[in-house]
């Protein structure tokens, strides 16, 4: 099984993205059964899609994997349904890493309102929770980059015949990056035992 795995790199006001790490730290590793790619993406909603799809027609993977960091969670959240809009609020208050801050924009004009996962979302949840991580299936992604790549990823798939699994996983701060906020963190090493779990259910529900 071929996979591709994506994180981002930093974005508004946070210096860091554990998703950058996890990516460089999964190119890495040997997973019987699985070869991993990685590419982290720029934090900009007219390239973020477009540079995965790049990769997408590089490699062509079997899956594809998405990652992004939500500030305030405090588990592994593999979404669910990725929505056909553009809208900066919340994390994405700043715009994009161009300043762009679109509003009640529509991603794709005429597109599907909202395109799902076809990960094996309820066994990834729950592989991480029957290991002891904190992990929940969430039904919002959203309408920042994390959205926005979710669903041009699986209307790409969409258009092919799902022939490719897609989806995206939010993962929590990292500690130092809440420090002075005191918002919920999950280590990153611990980051990186999930997202392998992840992979091991992804590879084993084929």
Known sequence: MKILISGFEPFGDLMKNPTEELAKAASTWEIEGVTITTVVLPVVY??????LLEEVNRIKPDVVLSLGVAVG?????????GINVQHTEGEGKFGDNTGY???????????PDGLFSTLPI??????LTESGIPARISNTAGTYI???????LAL???KQ???IKTGFVHVPATPEMVVSSGAPSMDISLQEKALRLM??????SR
């Open 46 to 51: 007219k390239e973020c899609a477009e540079r």
């Open 73 to 81: 969670r405090a588990g592994i959240t593999p979404e669910r349904i």
């Open 101 to 111: 801050k679109p509003t009640n924009k529509p991603l794709v004009p005429e597109g």
């Open 122 to 127: 309820e066994e990834m949840a729950r592989k």
């Open 146 to 152: 994390c959205n926005n790549t979710l669903y041009e």
């Open 156 to 158: 790409f798939a969409k």
């Open 161 to 163: 015949g799902n022939l």
């Open 199 to 204: 992979i091991e259910a992804i590879r084993d």
